[in-house]
């Protein structure tokens, strides 16, 4: 498993919210939702200096929309969109988050094992979960990340 640290300011993702109250397979269809929608929010997606765009996440809060780590690492709050400018608003149906910024331990999903692979990482190293784990996905390269929240910056 390869991890790396790295810091990221807040940022805002647009995208369609659901709840692991939802249901099971709640967050595909969420994802179904926000893809095939997905040209009314395209010309609010960041965009990186190659003009692609900047980053397609899976942001997570508890309840509380605190950006805490779900509670028991199994119920909260999702959010599957693309990042876009702080100032970007929200068209109707779609919400916008503002994101914390974090310094992150970041770890590809290789396995399906990556999040508790990760979590004992976290534990093995003494450090500690600052905020809710982020789903992250390069648009350059089509690798998946989990972000773990180490430090609030």
Partial sequence: ???????????????????TTDGTGFIQRLWEDANSH???????????????????????????RTFNPWEDFSRGLYLAGVEC???AEAPD??????VPGYEYISAACETEHTF???????????????????DFTCPQTGINYMLFPIRKL
Avoid: P
């Fill in 116 to 134: 508790s692979d990760t979590i004992q990482y976290l534990h093995e190293h003494n450090l500690t979960l600052a905020g809710a784990v982020q």
């Fill in 85 to 87: 400018e702080l100032d």
């Fill in 38 to 64: 997905f040209e009314e929010i395209q010309h609010l997606a960041k965009k990186g200096r190659d003009g692609t765009i900047a980053g397609i996440w899976g942001a997570m809060s508890d309840f509380s």
């Fill in 1 to 19: 498993m390869k991890i790396e640290r790295y810091e990221k300011g807040s940022f805002a993702v647009i995208g369609k919210e659901g709840s």
């Fill in 93 to 98: 149906g779609w919400t916008k988050w503002i």
